[in-house]
């Protein structure tokens, strides 16, 4: 709420201001080691501010109003200066430089969605495939992403680690039966049908002193290993699998929360044209989609 009463029947509220959609390619060139293998991270970075800049919403005053240009800059030069070991890490750097550059700034909040760039495979002399030093392909429309929230004063800062968008689909091992059932049900039970979601996955934590990067690698590979190898009597049963698999491999995880619509795959009726259709022909469609969510946290004692 604004400190400033220059109107009895209105409050300013909720200030927050800065820069989004910066987009960064950082290319580190390792010269100095004589190594060929080039790394890449494609950033876009949301970065906003909350603290002294009621004047400028009341007078147009701008004297503590920091150009959102500047703040598109300053990222630029930090992405140089910071080894980007994860985008987490980054993200409370960002808030860090902030809080620190300016004294009427009191919160900083990040958002970093990151592009996932997988190395390439070539072959050998020999045939065998193997990494390319500096040749990548888009794991498009995947991508990773945090959020990040400090404050003057915070001992830590707020993360969540995201993984967007990772569209997964096994043509068996997933069924859904024994469902209520009335007058305006339709859907028969199976024990065996396509599952295809796009998976929207959250987690926190309980500690800042952790490997950001090995636990979002920790917490993709659970994803994968449930997803594929476990049976699924449903989406939620899947959701739940998932969410202990995670919290049981890194305990440095608190909560995640999952997202995950139905892309649902018609059995398509081609017996009509008089060719039969034996469970090899669909009509993919994502409208309308079933929508499933859940959070799996750790227990805690009750006192």
Known sequence: ??????????????????????????????????????????????????????????????????????????????????????????GVFITQHFLMKYSHVTKVHVEIIEACWDRMSVPDAQGKPQPHPFAWSKRLPEVNACNVSFGRGDKLAAITSKITNMIVLKTTENGF????????????????????????????????????????ASTRTSIVNM???????????????????????????????????????FHYDIDRFGVKNDDTIYMPTDEPSGLIQGTIARSRAKL
């Open 1 to 90: 709420m604004s400190t400033l009463a220059v109107n009895a029947n209105t409050e300013l509220h909720n200030v927050r201001y800065g820069k989004t959609k910066v987009r960064v390619l950082k290319v580190d060139r390792p010269r100095h080691t004589g190594a060929k293998e080039h790394r890449v991270r494609e950033l876009t970075i949301e970065t906003l501010m909350e603290g002294d800049f009621d004047r400028s919403y009341f007078f147009g005053d701008n004297s503590t109003t920091i150009p959102t240009d500047t703040v598109k800059n300053t990222l630029f030069v930090l992405a140089k200066q910071n080894p980007i070991r994860s985008i987490e890490e980054f």
């Open 177 to 216: 039966s024994g469902f209520p059932r009335c007058e305006y049900t339709t859907l028969r039970d199976s024990d065996d049908r396509l599952l295809c979601t796009s998976i929207k996955c959250e987690w926190t934590y309980n500690t800042d002193n952790i490997d950001f990067a090995k636990a979002r």
């Open 227 to 265: 997803f594929a190898t476990k049976y699924s009597n449903s989406v939620q049963k899947v959701i739940w699998d998932m969410g202990n698999d995670i919290l049981a491999n890194c305990s440095g995880i608190e909560t995640v929360h999952f997202i995950l619509p139905n892309i649902h795959h």
